[in-house]
């Protein structure tokens, strides 16, 4: 079973995730797509965050209805910072019958050989980049396996999500239902959230 992952902060989870997570399943052939939540990016703060609980409660909340789409707190469990080698060699030894395929923005593409054994990831691990806007292919060679996809371009981000919270700004539209009823039931403060 090809199994893709959208690994993420998730701070919180909106609908370009959704967007893109389907697209994969729908249109490039993927049998399910995992949106691995990250405790914590070594590339990020770790009080730029919500707390864990909440963002994945959220990505499980506003998967319900999507069967090929699931939440994964693998990372949970793991060391902290997590880093993507760490936790591709975890789910492959818990899932011998998956083969595990990288799904990214092409934004990534210039910032893979800053990532911990970036060749072994780019070697064994089949990639699929969405389309990001102002961004290179430059080092698109690096890779085995890539495939840019033709997925909708999405310029929806968490931080503007965050950003519009603090303004007082309707943010209802940008977030599924489920993971906006969430916010909304326990009082999550997103623009408390640098």
Not at 4 to 29: D, K, Q, R, W
Not at 70 to 94: C, H, N, R, V
Not at 182 to 193: A, E, K, R, T
Request: hydrophobic share 35%.
């Amino acid at each position: 079973m090809n199994t893709g992952l959208l690994f993420g902060s998730f701070n919180p989870i909106h609908i370009g995730h959704v967007i893109i997570a389907s697209y994969m399943t729908e249109f490039e052939g993927l049998d399910e797509v995992w949106l691995v939540v990250s405790p914590q990016n070594p590339l990020k703060k770790k009080s730029e965050l919500l707390d864990d609980r909440h963002r994945y409660e959220m990505c499980r909340r506003a998967l319900e209805h999507y069967p090929m789409l699931k939440a994964s707190d693998i990372e949970f469990s793991m060391s902290i910072p997590s880093y993507t080698i760490d936790t591709l060699k975890k789910l492959e030894g818990l899932n011998p019958d998956r083969t595990f395929s990288v799904i990214m923005g092409s934004d990534n593409i210039e910032k893979i050989d800053r990532w911990k054994d970036y060749k072994r990831i780019t070697t064994d691990f089949s990639f699929y980049f969405y389309p990001r806007p102002g961004t290179s292919n430059e080092k698109l060679s690096l890779f085995r396996n890539a495939k840019m996809v033709n997925a909708p371009l999405i310029e929806i981000s968490s931080t503007f999500i965050r950003i519009a919270a603090s303004k007082g700004k309707n943010i209802r539209p940008y977030l599924p239902e489920e993971a906006y009823h969430y916010i909304s039931s326990n009082n999550i403060d997103l623009g408390g959230v640098s």
